[in-house]
C-alpha cells in the first residue's frame, strides 16, 4: 500500500497555485495537498503530519529568506521546498544554506517538479542538475542575522515583517488587534535580539534576506 503524503503548497499566485496542485494531486503517490497564500494561513495549517511545504520566497507575511528561516526555526521537522521564479545560483546555494531541501525553479516542467519533490518526500534533497558550484560562501553577516532572526518568537516576527512594510506602531496594533503599547514592547525586544539600536538599522538589517522579484512567473 502506498504511503499518503500531505503537501502544502505556499504561493500568492491562485493560477501557479492551483496548477501545481493539480499536478501534484496526480503525479505525485497518495498526496494530500493543500494550499496556502500567506505565511499566517500557511502557519494555521502546519500540523504533525505535514509531510513537504512547497515554498515561494515572495508572499504575504514574509519576504525573501526570511519566510524559510522561520519556517526551520518553528517547524524544524517540516521540510520546505523553495519553488520560486529566482533562479539564479547564488539565491539557490543561500535557500539551501538557511535549510531548504530543494529548491525548483518555476520554469520546470511539471513532471520535473513532481520528480524533485518525490526525492524529497523519499528522504533526499534536490537543486537543478545544471547548478553550479557556489562561487563564495555565505556571507557571515547574513548566517548572523538569520540566527538573530531566527531568536524572534513567532509575534516579534510578525511585527519586524510589519516594521520593513513601513507600518506605524499603531498600524501594526492594529493589525495585530493587540495595544500600541504591546507593539512598543516587541520592537524594543527585536532590536535587542538584533542587536541594533533603531527600526531603521532593523529595516536595513532585514534587507540582507530580500531577493529580487522574479521577471515572470508563468508555469510549463
Not at 525548483?104 to 524533485?116: D, E, F, H, L, W
Not at 528522504?123 to 558550484?133: F, N, S, T
Not at 495595544?179 to 532593523?202: C, D, F, M, P
Amino acid at each position: 500500500m502506498q504511503t499518503s503524503h500531505t503537501i502544502i503548497v505556499a504561493d500568492d499566485h491562485p493560477l501557479f497555485r492551483a496548477a501545481l496542485m493539480q499536478s501534484l494531486g496526480s503525479q505525485v503517490s497518495a498526496a494530500k495537498v493543500l494550499e496556502a497564500e500567506t505565511l499566517q494561513q500557511l502557519e494555521d495549517q502546519i500540523q504533525a503530519d505535514i509531510d513537504l511545504v512547497l515554498l515561494d520566497l515572495h508572499m504575504p507575511g514574509a519576504s525573501g529568506f526570511s519566510g524559510l528561516i522561520y519556517l526551520r526555526t518553528h517547524f524544524p521537522s517540516v521540510p520546505v521546498v523553495v519553488v520560486s521564479g529566482n533562479e539564479q545560483a547564488s539565491v539557490i546555494h543561500r535557500a539551501m544554506h538557511f535549510g531548504a531541501s530543494g529548491f525548483i525553479p518555476k520554469s520546470s516542467s511539471m513532471s520535473t517538479i513532481a520528480q524533485a519533490i518525490q526525492l524529497v518526500l523519499d528522504g533526499g534533497q534536490w537543486v537543478p542538475e545544471d547548478l553550479p558550484e557556489a562561487d563564495q560562501q555565505v556571507d557571515a553577516q547574513d548566517s548572523q542575522f538569520a540566527d538573530q532572526l531566527a531568536s524572534l518568537t513567532p509575534q516579534q516576527f510578525k511585527v519586524m515583517v510589519m516594521l520593513t512594510e513601513g507600518l506605524l506602531n499603531k498600524q501594526i496594533a492594529y493589525e495585530l488587534n493587540v495595544s500600541e503599547a504591546t507593539i512598543k514592547a516587541h520592537v524594543t525586544a527585536i532590536l535587542r535580539k538584533l542587536g541594533v539600536y533603531s527600526r531603521t538599522q532593523a529595516v536595513i538589517a532585514a534587507g540582507r534576506l530580500r531577493i529580487e522579484h522574479p521577471q515572470d512567473e508563468s508555469i510549463n
